[in-house]
Nanobody, 115 residues
Framework: QVQLTESGGGLVQPGGSLTLSCAAS????????MAWYRQVPGRQREMVAR???????NYPDSVKGRFTIFRDNAKNTVYLQMNDLKPEDTGVYYC?????????WGQGTQVVVSS
């Protein structure tokens, strides 16, 4: 297991962009699956982006075409590029590894999309 620390959240207007970062305490080179999740109060945590080491990507329809997950193995960091943000993208964003998630959840990073 690795420790994962999310950052990069904030307040953004609808239509804006944010890039979230997930820094791992160790190498992510050998990790098959990295993913981003979103949690809204009162709702289950949902996967919003998932990347398999062999090049497969998973996105739910709600974010497809707007969110992009990518890794920088040299920096042991996974990013989530979010474009054309909508109020319904508001939530706390977490990263994790594996399917199902293998690591303890970190503190996440809050994203608020509001005018």
């Amino acid at each position: 297991q690795v420790q994962l620390t999310e950052s990069g959240g904030g307040l953004v207007q609808p239509g804006g962009s944010l890039t979230l970062s997930c820094a791992a305490s160790g190498s992510i080179l050998g990790i098959n699956v990295m993913a981003w999740y979103r949690q809204v109060p009162g709702r289950q945590r949902e996967m919003v982006a998932r990347h398999f080491k062999d090049g497969i990507y998973n996105y739910p329809d709600s974010v497809k075409g707007r969110f992009t997950i990518f890794r920088d193995n040299a920096k042991n960091t996974v990013y989530l590029q979010m474009n054309d943000l909508k109020p319904e993208d508001t939530g706390v964003y977490y990263c994790n590894t594996g399917v199902p998630p293998l690591n303890a959840w970190g503190q996440g990073t809050q994203v608020v999309v509001s005018s």
